[in-house]
Protein backbone atom coordinates (compact mmCIF):
# COMPACT_ATOMS: atom_id res chain seq x y z
CA UNK A 1 0.00 0.00 0.00
CA UNK A 2 2.92 2.67 0.71
CA UNK A 3 3.61 1.23 -2.82
CA UNK A 4 0.20 2.68 -4.41
CA UNK A 5 -0.04 5.62 -1.98
CA UNK A 6 3.18 6.94 -3.46
CA UNK A 7 1.54 6.14 -7.00
CA UNK A 8 -1.38 8.25 -5.76
CA UNK A 9 0.86 11.00 -4.53
CA UNK A 10 3.01 11.27 -7.30
CA UNK A 11 -0.22 11.60 -9.45
CA UNK A 12 -1.80 14.21 -7.25
CA UNK A 13 1.66 16.15 -7.06
CA UNK A 14 1.53 16.23 -10.88
CA UNK A 15 -2.17 17.16 -10.75
CA UNK A 16 -1.53 20.16 -8.17
CA UNK A 17 1.70 21.49 -10.18
CA UNK A 18 -0.28 21.53 -13.60
CA UNK A 19 -3.07 23.50 -11.97
CA UNK A 20 -0.64 25.69 -10.11
CA UNK A 21 1.17 25.88 -13.46
CA UNK A 22 -2.35 26.67 -15.36
CA UNK A 23 -3.39 29.31 -12.41
CA UNK A 24 0.53 30.85 -12.17
CA UNK A 25 0.29 31.08 -16.28
CA UNK A 26 -3.01 32.66 -15.94
CA UNK A 27 -2.24 35.31 -13.33
CA UNK A 28 1.17 35.85 -13.29
CA UNK A 29 2.84 34.98 -16.23
CA UNK A 30 0.38 36.36 -19.02
CA UNK A 31 0.29 39.92 -16.94
CA UNK A 32 4.13 39.52 -16.51
CA UNK A 33 4.57 38.75 -20.16
CA UNK A 34 2.47 41.70 -20.87
CA UNK A 35 4.37 44.16 -18.90
CA UNK A 36 7.66 42.90 -20.57
CA UNK A 37 6.79 43.47 -23.82
CA UNK A 38 5.20 46.46 -22.93
CA UNK A 39 8.42 47.81 -21.39
CA UNK A 40 10.46 46.46 -24.33
CA UNK A 41 8.65 48.11 -26.88
CA UNK A 42 9.10 51.38 -24.94
CA UNK A 43 12.63 50.81 -24.57
CA UNK A 44 12.44 50.18 -28.52
CA UNK A 45 10.50 53.38 -28.81
CA UNK A 46 12.94 55.75 -26.30
CA UNK A 47 16.07 54.05 -28.71
CA UNK A 48 14.25 54.99 -31.84
CA UNK A 49 13.67 58.58 -30.40
CA UNK A 50 17.04 58.89 -29.38
CA UNK A 51 18.44 57.80 -32.78
CA UNK A 52 16.05 60.24 -34.46
CA UNK A 53 17.10 63.06 -31.95
CA UNK A 54 20.47 62.12 -32.68
CA UNK A 55 20.31 61.95 -36.67
CA UNK A 56 18.27 65.74 -35.69
CA UNK A 57 21.05 66.43 -34.30
CA UNK A 58 23.61 65.63 -36.81
CA UNK A 59 21.60 67.18 -39.10
CA UNK A 60 21.39 69.99 -37.70
CA UNK A 61 25.18 70.56 -36.82
CA UNK A 62 25.76 70.18 -40.64
CA UNK A 63 23.64 72.34 -41.15
CA UNK A 64 25.12 74.77 -38.63
CA UNK A 65 28.97 74.13 -40.09
CA UNK A 66 27.37 74.96 -43.82
CA UNK A 67 26.37 77.98 -42.31
CA UNK A 68 29.32 79.01 -40.45
CA UNK A 69 31.52 78.10 -43.94
CA UNK A 70 29.65 80.21 -45.32
CA UNK A 71 29.94 83.20 -43.43
CA UNK A 72 33.70 82.74 -43.27
CA UNK A 73 33.51 82.73 -46.80
CA UNK A 74 30.93 85.83 -47.08
CA UNK A 75 33.24 87.63 -44.54
CA UNK A 76 36.49 86.64 -46.41
CA UNK A 77 34.60 88.03 -49.51
CA UNK A 78 33.95 91.18 -47.91
CA UNK A 79 37.14 91.57 -46.30
CA UNK A 80 38.76 91.20 -49.95
CA UNK A 81 36.16 93.61 -51.35
CA UNK A 82 37.46 96.08 -48.44
CA UNK A 83 40.97 95.87 -48.93
CA UNK A 84 40.19 95.89 -53.33
CA UNK A 85 38.28 99.28 -52.43
CA UNK A 86 40.68 100.69 -49.75
CA UNK A 87 43.40 100.19 -52.58
CA UNK A 88 41.81 101.84 -55.32
CA UNK A 89 40.62 104.92 -52.73
CA UNK A 90 44.47 104.95 -51.52
CA UNK A 91 45.67 104.83 -55.62
CA UNK A 92 43.53 107.18 -56.26
CA UNK A 93 44.63 109.63 -53.82
CA UNK A 94 47.77 109.25 -55.12
CA UNK A 95 46.80 109.96 -58.23
CA UNK A 96 45.48 112.77 -57.53
CA UNK A 97 48.21 114.13 -55.59
CA UNK A 98 50.23 113.62 -58.11
CA UNK A 99 48.06 115.43 -60.60
CA UNK A 100 47.86 118.29 -57.94
CA UNK A 101 51.50 118.57 -57.48
CA UNK A 102 52.16 118.33 -61.34
CA UNK A 103 49.53 121.26 -61.52
CA UNK A 104 52.01 122.97 -58.99
CA UNK A 105 55.07 122.19 -60.47
CA UNK A 106 53.30 123.26 -64.04
CA UNK A 107 51.75 126.97 -62.21
CA UNK A 108 55.18 127.55 -60.54
CA UNK A 109 57.01 126.70 -63.95
CA UNK A 110 54.42 129.33 -65.54
CA UNK A 111 55.12 131.89 -63.08
CA UNK A 112 58.85 131.45 -63.29
CA UNK A 113 58.68 132.06 -66.91
CA UNK A 114 56.46 134.82 -66.71
CA UNK A 115 58.69 136.67 -64.03
CA UNK A 116 61.74 135.71 -66.32
CA UNK A 117 60.06 137.51 -69.18
CA UNK A 118 59.00 140.53 -66.96
CA UNK A 119 62.43 140.76 -65.47
CA UNK A 120 63.95 140.23 -69.05
CA UNK A 121 62.04 143.31 -70.01
CA UNK A 122 62.96 145.31 -67.16
CA UNK A 123 66.74 144.74 -67.83
CA UNK A 124 66.26 145.84 -71.59
CA UNK A 125 64.35 148.89 -70.19
CA UNK A 126 67.33 149.72 -67.86
CA UNK A 127 69.79 148.48 -70.41
CA UNK A 128 68.57 150.90 -73.05
CA UNK A 129 68.59 153.56 -70.61
CA UNK A 130 71.81 153.35 -69.68
CA UNK A 131 73.00 152.42 -72.93
CA UNK A 132 70.66 156.06 -74.04
CA UNK A 133 72.15 157.51 -71.42
CA UNK A 134 75.89 156.57 -72.64
CA UNK A 135 75.18 157.36 -76.36
CA UNK A 136 73.69 160.81 -74.80
CA UNK A 137 77.11 161.64 -73.29
CA UNK A 138 78.99 160.60 -76.28
CA UNK A 139 76.77 162.17 -79.31
CA UNK A 140 75.80 165.63 -79.31
CA UNK A 141 72.97 166.97 -79.16
CA UNK A 142 72.10 167.17 -82.76
CA UNK A 143 70.76 163.97 -82.53
CA UNK A 144 66.80 164.15 -80.77
CA UNK A 145 66.61 162.06 -77.89
CA UNK A 146 63.63 160.16 -79.11
CA UNK A 147 65.19 159.10 -82.24
CA UNK A 148 68.14 158.14 -80.08
CA UNK A 149 65.89 155.79 -78.05
CA UNK A 150 64.28 154.26 -80.99
CA UNK A 151 68.30 153.75 -82.03
CA UNK A 152 68.90 151.76 -79.41
CA UNK A 153 65.93 149.66 -79.20
CA UNK A 154 66.26 148.63 -82.39
CA UNK A 155 69.87 147.66 -81.46
CA UNK A 156 68.80 145.51 -79.04
CA UNK A 157 66.03 144.16 -80.64
CA UNK A 158 68.24 142.70 -83.10
CA UNK A 159 70.80 141.56 -81.37
CA UNK A 160 68.91 140.06 -78.47
CA UNK A 161 70.98 141.10 -75.78
CA UNK A 162 68.54 140.41 -73.52
Given at each position: ??????????????????ILYLVLKRFLFKPVTAYMEKRTNSIKESIKKAEDANRE??????????????????????????????????????????????????????????????????????????????????????????????????????????
Open positions: MSNLLSGWTFIFTIINFIAENLKMEYDKKLNESAIQADMIIREAKEKARKEYDEIIKEARREAENIKARGLEEIEKQREQMMKEIKKEASALIFAAVEKLIDANIDSEKNRKLVEKFLNESDVA
